[in-house]
């Protein structure tokens, strides 16, 4: 009797500790933060980013967006009023794993109703760990409108980071076009099928320069005043340094299409973050960016101060007419207009087509000595996916392992937590491969037709999965695409990258387990594969999907769900879509 009080008091205590480690634990990481409250209202505009004028997505007036700034363990609260006259809008907060409040991710149809206009709604969650990250809208091809912005955490003042400078900056990416989303969305969803083609321009931090000159297409009486070289919205985008200083240049990409390559004249970039993670330090003269991806760059400024320099970014990946977009690096005291002695084009660019350079920067990002986290040894499941275009019932598509993903009126989240079994096809679970032994990915495919489908895949909680993305051809001969893959909830480690088609039993062996980067988005190579591995330990439905606006909109996407009986009861205020509204 004595024996089994002990024992019962051990467990007490015991209990009593790990309550104890999960109370500091608690205030540590969440106690410490600060409430970060932001009062957003979203609507269109008539502004000229590049000269030409059209209805841009703004957030009280700007675009890009506010630029969210914080700190490891603050809780950010965004009250968001639509003030669009007839469409709806969901905002993702892209990177940001909302560890506890998977309802407020963002994705309409995934984790929540989209938010109707003349509504306010209000995301609130946790910016749990340091690094730079991004915001976007996550409804139809809406993100291309504008409704972009960037999200800096800093760690705590005790914890600082592996490398010093004296300045931060923010440089958002994007491509721009002049047609309007809805008209690029009706193309792609119509037969025959029109594709939205290659971006007018680029723009950097939201400024670009579109020739007036060669807008030829309209007639002048139609285009009057629409394209305005003097407009002060295309003004050069001007990044200001002080000789001999070191800035830290925070770089994202919300391209709706487009891989870029980033350079600044006679400077060199040391890579020192990716997707949040530190990595082992390594220099670039040109950097390749994916939609979706962000970097801190370090830029010492010690060039000639006694002049500025040009600032490109250009198309890579594919034979766009695009041409780069061009800044300023102005070094102070020189007038931030006062333009670079060299040509425009003193930047040397990389050939479009040169999947090896590319392929080469991925290879290099390592994760940073003293912020290793390894990867599990083995993993529990491997999936395949084969992206494919296809067609299904005459409209193009973006398929995977010959599925083209549709999502449900109902969001998945709530179907799933309010066992709502008619939602969407719960019986169905999208195929984890595909006949890699017969596929031949360097032709057209023999049968184009695929079939659609809202299945999920469903994870064991706490599993460890490996997913490998392969590239295939397209229905056009001797054409493969890059695509950028996002995962939503979670950070992935990339294992390994390869060329032609993914050998299951041999290239395994040549994965870094070592030291892989741990990232969020990830691109997969023309004609190439890329692997990786992720821990399904956030309760919660998660989208993981191509990044290019158009290619998900076509169906090139999927979605994964784990724990969800671990999810908590969803707040109302996602609900009033599909099967909600009863």
Known sequence: MMRQKRSLDTIHVFNLMVLCFIALFSYSVLGQGKIRRFKWEVKYEFKSPDCFEKLVITVNGKFPGPTIKAQQGDTIVVELKNSFMTENVAVHWHGIRQIGTPWFDGVEGVTQCPILPGEVFTYQFVVDRPGTYMYHSHYGMQRESGLIGM??????VTEPEPFTYDYDRNVLLTDWYHKSMSEKATGLASI???????????LIQGRGRFNCSNYLTTPPSLVSGACNASNTDCSRFVLTVIPGKTYRLRIGSLTALSALSFQLEGHNLTVVEADGHYVEPFTVKNLF????ETYSVLLKADQNPRRNYWITTSIVSRPATT?????????YPNHPRRRPPTPESSNLLPEWNDTRSRLAQSLAIKARRGFIHAPPE???KVIVLLNTQNEVNGYRRWSVNNVSYHHPKTPYLIALKQNLTNAFDWRFTPPENYDSRNYDI???????????????????????????????NTMNPNNSETHPWHLHGHDFWVLGYGEGKFNESEDPKRYNRVDPIMKNTVAVQPFGWTALRFRADNP????????????????M??????????VSNLPSSIMGCGQTKR
């Not at 999200?151 to 705590?156: A, L």
């Not at 960016?289 to 979706?292: A, C, K, N, P, T």
């Not at 919660?540 to 169906?555: K, L, Q």
């Open 557 to 566: 996407g999927i979605v994964f769900e784990s724990g969800i009986g671990k």
């Open 540 to 555: 919660g439905v998660w989208s993981f999907h191509c990044h290019i606006e158009s290619h998900f909109f076509m169906g």
């Open 151 to 156: 999200i800096q955490v800093s760690p705590p």
């Open 289 to 292: 960016i994916y939609s979706g």
């Open 192 to 202: 025959p099928f029109k594709w939205v083609g290659e971006p007018q321009s680029l």
């Open 442 to 472: 360097f032709a057209k495919p023999l049968n184009a037709n695929a079939t659609t489908s809202d299945g999920i895949y469903r994870l064991r909680f706490n599993s460890t999965v490996d997913v490998i993305l392969q590239n295939a």
């Open 323 to 331: 041409p780069p977009a061009i800044a300023v690096l102005n070094y």
């Open 378 to 380: 083995n993993s529990d």
